[in-house]
Structures are given as C-alpha cells and as structure tokens.
C-alpha cells in the first residue's frame, strides 16, 4: 500500500468522495467522523498526511490541531471548511498546517495538494 491518509469529516459523502478518489491514487486511506476519533487514528495508524474538516463533533478542528502540537503529533494538515479561511486562522496557526481549503472543492486540486502536501514530508 502507498501512503496512508487519514481523512476526518462528520459527513459520510465527504469521507467517502475522498477515499474513493485517493484509493485511486495508491493511497491508503483510513477515515475519522469525530475530532475525537481522529485523535484515535492518529495515534494507532501515524498517517503520512491528515485531511480534516474543520467543524468537527466532540472535539473541533482547532482542538484536535491542539492536541496534535501538545502530543508531537506533527503529520503534515490540510483543513477543510465551510467557513472563512480568516476566521478560523488564529484556531489553525500551527507550522504543520499546509492549507485550509474552502468547501466545496475542486477535486483535482485536492488531488494535487494531497500529493504535493506528502511528497514535501518525503523531502
């Protein structure tokens, strides 16, 4: 298997688009629903990269960025959102953020980003 994606989305559409695109692509892909279970999968699986949603259940985007930085936990993020990239950059400064990414997407371009954002942690 190819790199491992954990993709993290309360909306099964969104999790399933996303794995069924990055299968495609060679990546392995485990999935999250909840901040909390992102945390979970981070610790068991240790992804290359994380896909994450912003507006989370349980814990919010910007928590679980948060427990990833108090933990070391610093796989490359790209957030995903519904809202304003400037209001939720204060919630999303950390160094190991790559990109927030408006909802919806272009698909090809998560594509591109997805393999950009892993093949720089590979460098």
């Known amino acids: 298997m190819g790199n491992k994606v954990l993709v993290v989305d309360d909306q099964p559409g969104i ?16 999935t999250a629903k909840t901040g909390k279970q992102a945390c979970e999968q981070v610790i068991e699986h240790h992804p290359d990269l ?4 912003y507006k989370l ?4 985007g ?9 933990q070391n936990l610093h796989q490359p993020v790209l957030i995903m959102t519904g ?14 953020v ?6 919806p997407f272009d ?12 093949s720089k942690e590979k460098l």
């Open 15 to 30: 999790r399933l688009l996303l794995e069924e695109l990055l299968k495609g692509d060679g990546y392995e892909i485990i």
């Open 50 to 53: 994380i896909l994450m949603d």
């Open 57 to 60: 259940p349980l814990m919010s």
């Open 62 to 70: 910007g928590e679980v960025l948060q427990y990833l930085h108090d």
């Open 83 to 96: 809202l304003s990239p400037a209001s939720i950059e204060e919630d999303t400064d950390y160094f190991f």
């Open 98 to 103: 790559k990109e927030i990414i408006s909802k």
């Open 107 to 118: 698909i090809h371009m998560m594509r591109d980003l997805v393999a950009k954002s892993i």
